[in-house]
C-alpha cells in the first residue's frame, strides 16, 4: 500500500501516494491538464509551480513534473506569466552592451535581492547572468543561463520587473551569432554540396541494388 | 541513493568497472541483429497490430491503439462549423508548434507568405524541446554526405526513400549553419571545429550537440525566431480536422479551444502538418519519452482526408529510457552517455552488448536481457539494466558529465543519485515515430494536394528505424523546405468552395466495413486522471 499524504491544490485539500510528483498528484487528484503541462521531464517550462510547505514561511518555486509531493503541501501552479519580450531582427543587431540598454534597460534597475536565484526551479544563480548581462558580457551571461527553461518564476518574484529568462535568450543568440568561433570546416562542407562536389557519389547510392548497400554497410569501417 | 536491495548488484557494477572500461565489445553481425529484432522487438509482435479495415491503408497492419485512432469518428459533423465565415483566412496553416513547424513558419515568412501557427499547446512544447543528444552532419573532413546516407540507410533497414534520405544528408550542413546563424549554441572548440561524437549506428563522429539540452537550444532559439517575426501563434488550439476544398486540396482546418472548447475556421491556399509523434499513445503499454500531445494526431487528420501513411507500423524505442526511479519511468536517458563512454550492464556487473549498436538493436538486446537471459535488476516497477555512467568520468575526466550532459546529472539528482558516482537504471521506452505520411521531396504528400508534412509525422525518411540525431536533423530540413515549398504553392494557387464532405464519406467507409467504435480521434490529450496515470 502507498504511503499517502495530504496536499492542497489551490487550497482544497486532496490525499495522493506520497511517491507521486506534483503533477501525477494532480491528475491522481482529477485534474486533466491542459495547460502547465508540456514535456512532462524538465524541459520546457510549463510547469512553473510555487508551494508552501506548512509551518514554513518560505514559498518555494519548482516544476510539477520534476518535484515529488510532501505532506501539508500548499500549491499553485503558475501556468503563464507574462514576461516581456522585445522583438528584434538578429541581422540587424549589433553584439554590443548597448543592445540590452535598448531592449531591456530594467535589468540596470536590479536592486540585487537574488530573489530570481532563490526561486530558480533550475539552480541557476540568475542575478549573475543578469550582472554579465548589465556588462555586455554575453559568452558569460549565455554560459551561466544555458540550463534556462524559461518558466519564468524568477519574473514572478522580481522587484525591478526583469524578464530574465528573455535577457538570456538574447545573450544566447548574440553569443551563437556573433560571438563564438565561426567554423570553417562546415562553411566548407556547404559550399562543397552547392558545388556539386557529392552529386556523383550520391546519385550512385540512388540507383545502387539493396544488396550492394548491404553489403556497403555491413563491411563500412567506423572512426574509433 | 539506491536502497538496499540494489547495492550487490551495484557492488558488482563496480568491481568489474575497471574491467568494463578496457572491454570494447564486438559489434553484432548482421544476421545475429535480424534475429534479436524478430524475436526480441516490440514491434515484430503480432498480436499488437490490427490490420486497417478502411482507407489509403487498408490491408496494411498498424499497432493496435493507432488503428482504433484511424478508423474511429470524427470529433464534428460538416454543419458543426460554418465554412462561409473563416474566423482566420492565411496563405500557409502550420498545424504544430515544434521544430518542425517553427522552421516552416520561418522558412514561409521569409518567402514573404502570411504564415500561422496552431499548437494544442504552447510554441515549443514538443518533443523537438526535449531531444538531448544532438544533431548529424556530416560536415567533418573524414565525412561525406554519402557515408551519412549510408548509415541512416542501413540503420533503418533499407527502408528509406531514397529521395527523401539524399535530401536530409545533403541539406544537413546547411541545416547547421542556417541554425547557428540565427544564434544556436552548438558546442565548439576555440578555433571554432564542432565538437562532434558518435551515435548509435554512426560510422563518423557526426553528433554535433549543445550540452544535453540540443533540442531545447534549437527550439528556444526558433520560437524566439518566430516571435521577433510577429508569426501569429494561436496557441492551446488543436487541430481536429481538415478542410478540403471543392477541388479536393488541402484548404484549412477546423481548430477547437482545448479550454473553451469552443470551434474556429482556420482557411489556407496550403496545409502544413507538423504534429510530431505519438509517444503517448502508449503502445503495448510502453512508457514514452515524450512530451503530453504527442498522440499521433496529424496521422489521423490526414489519413481522414484520403492522405497515405508509409511504415506506421515502426515505432522506436529508445533502449535507455529511466527504469528507476518511478517518478521519472520511461524519461529519455540520452544516448550522448552512451556516446561519452558509458556502457550498458547487466545486473551481473556484464557487459553484454556494444553500446553504440543502432536504437532498435540496443532496445531488443535489452530486453532479451531482462528477459529470456534473465540479468535483469528489479527496480521494484519492471526490470533493468545499468547504463554505468561513473565510467564516463574515468574515461572523460572529473567534470565530464557536468560539462557534457548536465541535464542527465539534474534529472537524478533531484532523486539523489549522483550519476558521477553511482549507475543508473535504463529499460527500453516509446520514443519516436518512425513511419507516418508519405511525402515527395518538396514535403507534399504524395496524394493530397496542398497538403504538406514536416518532422516526425513524416514517413519514409528513415525507414524502419532512425538514428539517433537525425530526427532534429529531419525537423529542420524538412521543415525549412516544406515551409518554403508551402509557401511557393500559395503563391499558385485559388482555393475552390470549401467543404467537409469527406467526414461523411469515412463515416460511411466505417459502416460499410463494419467497424463498430464509440472512439472519436484525433485524440488530442491522453487522460492520466483517476490513476490512469503509466
Known amino acids: 500500500m502507498d504511503n499517502m499524504v495530504n496536499i492542497f491544490l489551490f487550497g482544497k485539500k486532496y490525499e495522493v501516494p506520497d511517491n507521486l510528483t506534483i503533477m501525477s498528484a494532480m491528475e491522481y487528484a482529477g485534474y486533466q491538464l491542459v495547460r502547465g503541462c508540456g514535456c512532462r521531464n524538465g524541459f520546457c517550462g510549463a510547469c512553473a509551480t510555487i508551494y508552501r510547505i506548512k509551518g514554513d514561511r518560505e514559498l518555494k518555486a519548482c516544476l510539477a513534473c520534476q518535484t515529488k509531493v510532501e505532506d501539508n503541501m500548499y500549491i499553485a501552479t503558475l501556468p503563464f506569466f507574462p514576461l516581456v519580450k522585445q522583438v528584434y531582427d538578429m541581422e540587424k543587431i549589433k553584439p554590443t552592451e548597448a543592445v540590452m540598454m535598448q531592449l531591456y534597460p530594467e535589468i540596470y534597475a536590479c536592486i540585487g535581492c537574488n530573489a530570481c536565484t532563490k526561486s530558480c526551479t533550475q539552480g541557476l544563480n540568475v542575478m549573475q547572468y543578469i550582472a554579465y548581462a548589465q ?90 | 541513493m539506491y536502497s538496499e536491495k540494489f547495492q550487490k548488484s551495484i557492488a558488482a557494477v563496480e568491481a568489474a568497472r575497471e574491467k568494463n572500461i578496457a572491454l570494447e565489445p564486438e559489434r553484432m553481425t548482421a544476421k545475429q541483429k535480424e534475429d534479436l529484432l524478430a524475436e526480441y522487438h516490440p514491434d515484430y509482435k503480432k498480436d499488437e497490430f490490427a490490420e486497417l479495415k478502411i482507407g489509403p491503408n487498408k490491408g496494411e497492419k498498424v499497432p493496435t491503439e493507432l488503428a482504433e485512432m484511424l478508423q474511429a469518428h470524427s470529433r464534428i459533423t460538416a454543419d458543426s462549423v460554418n465554412l462561409s465565415k473563416p474566423d482566420y483566412d492565411v496563405d500557409v496553416l502550420i498545424i504544430g508548434g515544434g521544430g518542425a513547424g517553427a522552421s516552416a513558419a520561418i522558412e514561409a515568412n521569409e518567402a514573404g507568405a502570411d504564415v500561422m501557427i496552431v499548437t494544442k499547446l504552447r510554441i515549443g512544447d514538443a518533443n523537438t524541446m526535449m531531444a538531448e543528444g544532438g544533431i548529424q552532419a556530416a560536415d567533418k573532413p573524414n565525412d561525406s554526405p554519402a557515408i551519412h546516407f549510408v548509415d541512416a540507410f542501413g540503420g533503418g533497414h533499407f527502408a528509406a526513400k531514397r529521395d527523401l534520405l539524399s535530401k536530409l544528408v545533403c541539406d544537413a550542413p546547411e541545416a547547421i549553419q542556417w541554425l547557428s546563424n540565427l544564434g544556436v549554441e552548438f558546442d565548439k572548440d576555440a578555433d571554432g571545429t564542432m565538437i562532434t561524437t558518435h551515435g548509435g549506428g554512426t560510422s563518423r563522429k557526426r553528433m554535433h550537440a549543445a550540452k544535453d539540452y540540443s533540442g531545447a537550444e534549437i527550439m528556444r532559439t526558433l520560437r524566439d525566431e518566430v516571435l521577433n517575426r510577429n508569426i501569429p501563434v494561436v496557441d492551446f488550439t488543436s487541430a481536429i480536422e481538415l478542410i478540403l476544398d471543392e477541388n479536393g486540396n488541402a484548404a484549412g482546418a477546423v481548430l477547437m479551444n482545448m479550454e473553451t472548447k469552443e470551434l474556429l475556421v482556420a482557411k489556407a491556399k496550403t496545409v502544413i502538418i507538423a504534429t510530431g509523434g505519438a509517444g503517448r499513445m502508449h503502445y503495448q503499454g510502453f512508457p514514452t519519452s515524450n512530451h503530453y500531445g504527442a498522440t499521433a494526431d496529424g496521422l489521423v487528420l490526414g489519413y481522414r482526408v484520403g492522405a497515405k501513411l508509409l511504415y506506421a507500423e515502426t515505432l522506436q524505442y529508445h533502449p535507455t529510457g529511466a527504469a528507476y526511479p518511478e517518478q521519472i519511468f520511461g524519461a529519455l536517458v540520452t544516448e550522448k552517455v552512451r556516446s561519452l563512454g558509458a556502457k550498458l550492464v547487466n545486473g551481473n556487473g556484464e557487459v553484454f552488448m556494444h553500446p553504440l549498436e543502432t536504437r532498435d538493436v540496443a532496445a531488443a538486446s535489452i530486453i532479451r536481457e531482462c528477459g529470456a537471459r534473465g540479468n535483469g535488476v528489479d527496480t521494484g516497477n519492471g526490470l533493468g539494466v545499468w547504463l554505468d555512467t561513473p565510467m564516463i568520468e574515468k574515461i572523460g575526466g572529473e567534470g565530464t558529465i557536468e560539462k557534457r550532459i548536465p541535464a542527465m546529472m539534474r534529472m537524478f539528482e533531484k532523486y539523489g543519485i549522483d550519476i558521477r558516482k553511482e549507475p543508473i537504471l535504463v529499460y527500453p521506452t516509446l520514443h519516436y515515430q518512425n513511419g507516418g505520411l508519405d511525402i515527395t521531396p518538396d514535403g507534399m504528400t504524395t496524394n493530397v494536394k496542398n497538403l504538406f508534412v514536416a518532422g516526425e509525422a513524416v514517413g519514409g525518411i528513415h525507414g524502419k528505424n532512425r538514428l539517433m540525431g537525425n530526427s532534429l536533423l529531419d525537423i529542420i530540413v524538412f521543415g525549412r523546405s516544406a515551409g518554403i515549398n508551402a509557401a511557393k504553392a500559395a503563391k499558385e494557387t485559388t482555393v475552390g468552395n470549401l467543404t467537409l464532405d469527406h467526414i461523411a464519406k469515412f463515416e460511411n467507409e466505417i459502416k460499410s466495413a463494419g467497424i463498430e467504435t464509440d472512439s472519436v480521434s484525433p485524440k488530442l490529450l491522453p487522460n492520466y486522471t483517476n490513476q490512469n496515470n503509466i
Not at chain 1, 545573450?171 to 556547404?190: M, Q, S
Open chain 1, 135 to 224: 556588462r555586455g558580457d554575453f559568452e558569460k551571461c549565455a554560459e551561466e543561463s544555458f540550463d534556462c527553461v524559461m518558466c519564468g518564476v524568477c519574473s514572478s518574484r522580481c522587484p525591478a520587473g526583469i524578464s530574465h529568462p528573455q535577457v538570456a535568450m538574447l545573450a544566447r543568440r548574440i553569443n551563437g551569432k556573433y560571438l563564438a568561433p565561426e567554423c570553417g570546416h562546415l562553411e566548407d562542407r556547404v559550399k562543397e554540396i552547392k558545388d556539386g562536389t557529392f552529386e556523383e557519389l550520391i546519385e550512385a547510392l540512388m540507383q545502387k541494388p539493396i544488396d550492394e548497400m548491404k553489403e556497403l554497410y555491413n563491411t563500412r569501417e567506423i572512426e574509433k
